[in-house]
């Protein structure tokens, strides 16, 4: 084993340990007053595990040269990409978080923890080990690390009931799910007699037992659970609406990257021969994502449960590509997965810019009435984001559609993808009652107070990038897609 | 011109005005967004002047391979030229419409409408079938705002269901663009034009643009969107909405549905038929009763769109010239119609019928006008609507006479129902006080009519302008579908001749008879 190798591939998840660790202290000895700095350097240390990235995703990576630490990880185009997405959505996170904890929002304990950033950093860490697993057991060891970071970084506010309900609920439900996932990769194990990737595909050979299938089926049910598919989404709302709005950004870009990078992973990876016995869970939860987020998004009146529900509403889309199961698919799913990490970080920081004087937040359709007349920009943004969710063109969350229905259909799976594309029309519904509350009605004028530019410059370049404008960024994107997907399907 | 960027330039300039308008005050953006639309217009003339009549079917053509999946791919045949002149012709006048009558949010009014402006020259110049979409279904944005934020008292209403009922019916195309594409390898369109689909594959794909279509035309059964969106939105909206978006359907159909799927259309065409004759008889009946003007001329114009479908897939030039000039000739005259309902309008603010009567007294000029628009409407001769009518029921007589009988019935209600509306409006006594007291049409009310008069009158008159550019391309779109044409029950046959003229007696050569017919001489 050539460790000098091994390291030289995990550079990034090196950093990211080093700067956490390094940062733990910081918070241990500076204490809150130091929050910020400590954001800052948590940012710029994913931005630079980011740019280390660049090389790999420019070239294109695979084969065996991208296997380290014996075959427990693998760092190939396909992690390089995922762990991009992941690192821009928790810089993202980074940005966006101090102003919100140094106002009335945060409640009785206004200022940010100093242990926030560092958190943000283990989760980062986390995910970006869950997206190169090679092995179901460096696989639940990522998911883990990322997961007990997420349930505290959920109550993280411990004065606010919701916030401390959100974490909570997380974590007993998160570990329920993890021991789903967990029995599953011990079916599998059993049956197979190996925990690596590789050994479990040749282990499984052609047809999989009873067993072997339920090891199957148990895998893919937790996995549905971190990415909140379609039976399995109920903690969604819950822990979005609780969890504080940063916090919310988060959970609803980088571990929904990871879980579905992931699961796109073990399915084509581990279970690659046997499509067909994967392919109809996947479409199910496809559709079934689709339809019940669509349709509980409808009664919402909180904008923060409305944008879970439309998350799920999206997981269904980006499943409707891993449903494919062929590399046209894969690649659609990671364009879909970029484009709604930029819509929802969009939408997530305009939503934290609805204040009023002191700083509180705005989280209902009561209180963006007529936000066209009172706060134009805010307004139009949104606008731009939710024509872009319910995939109206010419603005780029239709792209992402396009490309995951034309996958579906040149696959010839003609009449699923003509019902999922139905079934879109109900999100529709909807997203344009966003910009019916927020245009047509006659304005409510409590949304009064100013955001800072941070706020401001991320909230004006994620709407640039999904205005019409991204579709000059198509080319490249769908370029860098099709490498991180030729990876995966490599046969082992 | 051969190279310069024409069509681009066209989408670029009302852009351009667009984001300006976003960020000008309410006087400014009125006159930006009017500037806009006339250097549109003025490339439009210049586009029409260049058009080379007989030349190569694709004229003005550029490409850019700027996005994945699709290219930036524009060209325009004579079809498209006439929809794109009459969407530019039609835009300042709804920007002069809109000058007084708005007054909340004019920037943002004005930048809807320039987007949308960019939006219908991009659909019917697209070249490529995912651009067409693209600018196909993005018009629905700055409807839907155009509708819900300055349109009457349910306008919510109309907005969800314009917006709901167009995008279901469009997403489905989108799937079979998607089909299309995967088997003929290409998302060109002039490709796709020549491309043979195979035939059972053909049902379902003219089956999944007839959706999108149908909605957008309106036809009957889909057509209850329109009345709910006509009603509601501000008069410019309902102009934009008669004039330009309702070809969409019908450009649609001529470009996608008959070419790419001949057979598809030859076997469904009596669904077609059968929903046009519903919908002539049926929406004139309703258009009949209504008590708010612009509900009975939306409900015509439901009517009217049925007589474009029937002559579009009549299967002959004739009945496609037809369809192309009713299709044009009501772009003018129900936007002109609109523009009459909204002079009144904004004198009295209501559209129902009763409070107004006896208008051409107080408002000669107005009662005019009303009349010339009414008249071609109803397709008297002299206006465009005749010879657009004419030619698309003598198209459809061809293919089948049952069908040409009952649309027939159309124009006869057409001229109850107008009539019936002229009458109420403009004739009788001055019941209504505040009605009687309406001055008569403005300057700037003179300059939105009359142009459009002009226009409606020289179609009437001298129809060959229009038609010339679009022969060639109608040619060939009749010579691609003229295999897969159905029976006709009106052809002619050639039968044996008879021996002897058909009123010829039989000739005898008996004394007697002879004597009598000497009498009979």
């Not at chain 1, 199961?325 to 939503?351: D, Q």
């Not at chain 2, 960027?5 to 066209?10: D, F, G, K, R, T």
Request: hydrophobic share 60%; aromatic share 12%.
């Amino acid at each position: 084993m050539d460790f000098g190798h091994s390291f030289a591939l995990v550079a990034p998840e090196l950093l990211l340990s080093a700067a956490g660790l390094a940062l733990l202290l910081v918070a241990a000895w500076g204490g809150d007053n130091a929050a910020r700095a400590i954001a800052i350097s948590a940012a710029a240390a994913v931005f630079g595990a980011g740019i280390m990235l660049v090389p790999g995703l420019h070239v294109g990576i695979d084969g065996p040269a991208t296997l380290a630490f014996g075959s427990l990880l693998k760092i190939d185009s396909y992690a390089l990409f995922a762990k991009a997405l992941i690192y821009l959505a928790a810089i993202g996170a980074l940005i966006i978080a101090p102003a919100f904890f140094s106002s009335a929002a945060a409640g009785s304990e206004r200022g940010m923890r100093a242990e926030y950033p560092v958190l943000v950093l283990f989760a980062s860490l986390g995910m970006s080990i869950m997206v190169s697993a090679n092995d179901f057991m460096s696989l639940y060891l990522g998911l883990e690390l990322n997961s007990l970071s997420a349930y505290v970084l959920a109550a993280i506010l411990r004065r606010d009931t919701r916030s401390g309900e959100a974490g909570l609920k997380y974590f007993v439900l998160g570990a329920l799910a993890s021991g789903i996932l967990l029995y599953g990769m011990s079916l599998l194990y059993g049956f197979t007699g190996g925990t690596g990737f590789v050994a479990v595909r040749e282990g499984l050979g052609g047809e999989l037992g009873t067993g072997a299938l339920f090891g199957l089926i148990f895998v893919l049910s937790g996995l549905a659970f971190k990415i909140s598919a379609v039976p399995f989404h109920m903690w969604t709302p819950d822990v979005y609406e609780g969890a504080p709005t940063p916090v919310t950004a988060f959970f609803a870009t980088a571990p929904k990257v990871a879980a579905v990078a992931l699961t796109a992973r073990v399915v084509f990876e581990v279970f690659g021969g046997q499509v067909a016995a994967w392919q109809q869970i996947v479409m199910f939860m496809a559709l079934a994502s689709i339809i019940f987020g669509a349709l509980g998004a409808i009664g919402q009146d909180n904008l923060k449960r409305l944008l879970a529900y439309s998350s799920i509403n999206n997981i269904g889309f980006i499943l409707l590509g891993l449903a494919v199961a062929n590399a046209a698919g894969a690649a659609a799913m990671l364009v879909y997965l970029f484009i709604y990490v930029v819509m929802s970080i969009g939408s997530f920081v305009a939503l934290l810019m609805l204040r009023d004087n002191e700083g509180a937040l705005f989280e209902t359709f009561a209180d963006i009435r007529g936000l066209s007349v009172t706060q134009p920009a805010i307004a139009w943004a949104l606008l731009v984001f939710m024509f872009s969710l319910a995939g109206i063109p010419p603005l780029l969350g239709f792209f992402a559609k396009f490309v995951v229905f034309q996958a579906t259909v040149e696959a010839g799976l003609v009449a699923f993808g003509a019902i999922a594309i139905a079934a879109s029309v109900i999100g529709a519904f909807y997203y344009i009652k966003f910009v019916k509350v927020m245009f047509f009605d006659a304005p409510a004028d409590v949304v009064t107070g100013r955001s800072g530019a941070a706020h401001w410059v991320l909230l004006g370049l994620t709407a640039a990038i999904i205005s019409p404008l991204g579709y000059l960024l198509t080319r490249s994107l769908t370029d860098l897609a099709d490498k991180a997907a030729a990876a995966l399907f490599l046969v082992p | 011109m051969e190279g310069f960027p024409i069509l681009s330039l066209m989408m670029l300039v009302p852009l351009a005005g667009a984001l300006m308008c976003l960020f000008a005050g309410a006087r400014a953006a009125r006159w930006i967004a009017l500037s806009a639309t006339l250097v549109t217009f003025g490339l439009g003339i210049a586009l029409w002047s260049n058009y080379q009549i007989g030349g190569v079917q694709w004229q003005f053509t550029e490409r850019a391979e700027l996005f994945a999946g699709f290219s930036y791919a524009l060209g325009i045949d004579g079809i498209a030229l006439m929809l794109i002149m009459l969407s530019v012709f039609l835009m300042p006048v709804c920007i002069l419409s809109s000058w007084e009558a708005i007054t909340r949010r004019v920037g943002e009014y004005m930048a809807a409408f320039l987007f949308m402006e960019v939006l219908m020259i991009g659909t019917f110049a697209a070249q490529d079938l995912f651009l067409f979409y693209m600018f196909f279904e993005a018009g629905l944005i700055p409807m839907y705002l155009i509708i819900g934020v300055w349109g009457g008292d349910n306008r919510i209403y109309a907005s969800y269901k314009f917006f709901l009922y167009t995008l279901l019916g469009s997403v489905l195309m989108l799937i079979a663009m998607f089909w299309m594409v995967a088997e003929a390898g290409t998302s060109d369109i002039p490709t796709l034009m020549q491309y043979s689909f195979p035939p059972q594959a053909q049902i379902w794909l003219w089956l999944a643009f007839f959706a999108s279509f149908a909605v957008k035309v309106p036809m009957w059964p889909m057509h209850t969107w329109l009345p709910d969106a006509h009603v509601q939105a501000p008069t410019a909206g309902s102009v934009i909405l008669a004039g330009v978006l309702l070809k969409l359907g019908g450009y649609g159909f001529i470009r996608f549905s008959l070419p790419m799927f001949p057979e598809a259309s030859a076997q469904l065409a009596w669904l077609v038929f059968g929903l046009s004759m519903v919908a002539v008889v049926y929406t004139s009946l309703v258009a009949l009763v209504q008590h708010d003007m612009k509900k009975l001329i939306a409900y015509s114009s439901v009517a009217h769109m049925a007589i474009v479908t029937v002559g579009l897939f009549a299967f002959n030039v004739q009945g496609l010239e037809g369809a192309m000039i009713v299709m044009l000739s009501h772009g003018l005259v129900s936007g002109a119609l609109f523009l009459c309902v909204g002079v009144i309008y904004d004198r009295l603010h209501t559209r129902e019928i009763a409070r107004y009567g006896g208008l051409s007294i107080n408002m000669p000029y107005y009662a005019l006008f009303f009349m010339l628009f009414t008249m071609a409407s109803i397709g008297l001769p002299g206006t465009s609507g005749f010879v657009g009518e004419f030619l698309s029921l003598a198209g459809i007589y061809q293919t089948s006479s049952t069908v040409a009988l009952i649309c027939t019935t159309g124009i006869i209600l057409g001229a109850a129902y107008m009539l019936y509306l002229y009458r109420r409006v403009a004739f009788g006594g001055q019941t209504n006080a505040d009605a009687a007291a309406m001055p008569d049409i403005s300057p700037r009310e003179w300059a939105m009519m009359a142009p459009i008069a002009a226009a409606v009158l020289w179609m009437g008159v001298y129809p060959e302008s229009f038609l010339a550019p679009m022969r060639a391309d109608i040619a060939a779109l009749d010579a691609r579908i003229a295999a897969a044409a159905p029976q006709s029950d009106a052809a002619l046959a050639a039968g044996t001749p008879r021996a002897a003229a058909a009123n010829a007696l039989p000739h005898r050569q008996s004394a007697g008879h002879a004597s009598a017919e000497e009498g009979a001489h």
